[in-house]
């Protein structure tokens, strides 16, 4: 019997997997665990299999996804907090023949930058919002957020999140979904095979809506904080399966390729 | 060349923006300044030039929109009075640290906090002096005329693209709701892609193309160490605009024994009490700095050599001041005189305080 | 020549237009103007006044402390600006609605019944034209014939039709002012 030598098997032909040419060779300085690095990777794999690398803008905000203009090799506008939409809306209005994306946590996205995500949607502006939901501020060491979900522990509510104290978990996605000027919105994760082909296939709807000029498209990503949480990995994503999505359901929320004004008519009605 | 028209500062501000070839303008409505994006809206330049107009959903967005158009490498602008450039700071810190050039008017109006909505010239520290956090600096225009209200539109982007710096258009409502003469300039196209190319190709997100690394727009650095060059290379280039940039207007300073310093519609009011002045015999002269930010620090340098004293005249309770102190360095007799909150000081009251300060200074 | 020039009234008199339709005039016949509205939420019913001044030259300050002419429409303004006209200038108002007149005897007082030549013309709008009629029967800075020109350039295209009883309302005004004694 031949032995087989591994330059053997190191064939274009035998190729099953790639990483794709669209994320950098920069080590990432997410933590183990967490949804961000698998995130990064799906929407990298959209680009360059849409072929719109040399098209797509993304706009990074603060919070842990600071750095993702260091992991796409696209052009990167880093935004102040929670303003990623505005920039986004500019961006997309002045080039309206380009991708543009934003990719925001939840402190970014649901606390300070509520105005700017409800406004540009409630817009219709044409881009594609990747959400990222964690429940957590991670990047500032685990402080609560306004998804935290009750009786959650963080650095700003040792005892658990109570609501005579901190108020209810805002489902700004459920908020999102219905405005008028919104095309699509879905809520993914990323913890299993299935799942991250599932998260996959909605962001790249999410792109190609752009193209379609139908209004925003709205991902959420309920994710995990192993470091905030306080949980192993495989902990984290036990936890994030038994608790956020029984507050945060899977599955898509609005699909409509209509145009946005027979929405708004039957909105009205 | 160009067009006589007679129109209100805020108007000739939207004209002259869609006739130099603006991309875009972003803002939110504050009196006294309306006017600017109504007339925008008005003229619908989306349907001529291409122009971008937006009302967004508060001065925060706008200004962060202008840090998203103006990373494409796009001629944006946006437009506010003083409550709503507080609430700009942010962006505009973000915007200089990032090197971005951009266009904001800000048409003052009296505070603090919500103030009048009256002219003021309160807001002198928080344009030349920083205002957001962190050192910075952005290029400050002072129109004393609806002409100039005009032409600095043109001048400010020229500026802000030239040393890739935010440039600010400082006024009040005395210039922005008054109607004067004014030539428009003729309409100049907005930039082809390949003129973006051509002047901010080497860092604009427009697009990672095979021929080049990808560009990152941000004012974001986690060493320290490589955020003090940055920060390097941003104070030389200020010293290197406070070289080249400085503009200022002299009036009656030849002969003149005291001299006013006063910028944008004080100075106007100032021309008046020189005039007034010249009438009883008194020999005072008028310096008008255009920009206020780099200052004339030099001119006045000078003067301080020739004239006897000199009284600053602010709608304010004495910021500018500072400036003339500086410059003066102790040489002779500096004051000032101010009316604020909203409040307009008349040529003859200003008459009056000069006359005071020279028995004073004598 | 430079004349400086305050009208003052009640929101909705068109006072910020006649002061508009002057500076156009001005224009028209190659002069410098300055148009400055008192603005804000007082416009809106409560008092409105603009200054124009028109000028050979260029205008130094847009804002004055004393004034050429005084065009004076209610009893509120009257108050404030009796006493801004310099002396041996010229105050002109509506007697209508006014409870205390004029008392300065330095300068010239005319006065021109706006309101009821109006309402006699049947058009309470031609108010303001009759009374800068009367102004510019006073003092002719500019002619009637740039005034025309001045309306043209200032109003919309669809009110051009309004024009001709604009100008009838000038020369109305320009008839009916008269001296005013106690």
Known sequence: MATIEIKDIIKKENLVY????ILTDNIMHYCPGCSHGVTHKIVAEVIEELGIQDKTIGVSPVGCSVL??????????????????????ATKRLMPDHYVFTYQGDGDLAS????EILHACNRGENITVIFVNNAIYGMTGGQMAPTTLLGMATA????????ALHGYPLKITELIALLPGVAYVTRQSVQTPAAVRKAKKAIKKGFENQAKKIGTSFIEIVSTCSSGWKLSPVDSNRWMEEHMFKFYPLGDLKDSEKANEEDYKKYIE | MGELKLMKGNEVIAEAAIRCGCDGYFGYPI????EIMETLMLEKPWETTGMVVLQAESEVASINMLYGGASCGKKVMTSSSSPGISLMLEGISYLAGAELPCLIVNVVRGGPGLGTIQPSQADYFQTTKGGGHGDYQVIALAPASVQEMNDFVGLGFDLAFKYRIPSLILTDGVIGQMMEKVIVADHK???TDAEIQKISGTWATTGKTKNRERHVVTSLNLESEKQEIHNHHLQAKYREIEVNEVRFEEFQTKDAEYLFVAYGSSARICQKSVELARAKGIKVGLLRPITVWPYPTVRIAELATKVKGMLAVEMSAGQMVYDVRLAVNGKIPVSHFGRYGGVIPSPGEVLEAMEKFIKGGK | MTEEIIIAGFGGQGVLSMGKILAYSGVMQNQEVTWMPSYGPEMRGGTANVTVIV??????SPIVHEYDTAIILNQQSMDKFEKTVKPGGILLFDPNGITHPPKRTDIKIYAIEGVEEATRMGNPKTF??????????????????????GLRKSLPERHHKLIPMNIDAIKLGMEKVKEFSM
């Open chain 1, 68 to 89: 993702a203009y260091n992991y796409l090799d696209i052009d990167w506008q880093q935004a102040a907090h929670g303003r990623a939409p505005a920039l986004a809306t």
């Open chain 2, 189 to 191: 196209p907005r930039w």
């Open chain 1, 112 to 115: 300070i930058g509520a105005a």
């Open chain 2, 31 to 34: 009196t006294p300044q309306s």
């Open chain 3, 128 to 149: 303001n034209m009759i009374v800068l009629g009367a102004y510019l029967k006073l003092k002719p800075v500019v002619k009637t014939e740039n005034v025309e020109k």
């Open chain 1, 156 to 163: 700003t509510s040792p005892y658990g999140r109570e609501v």
């Open chain 3, 55 to 60: 000028s050979d030259e260029r205008i130094s």
């Open chain 1, 18 to 21: 790639g990483k794709t040419k």
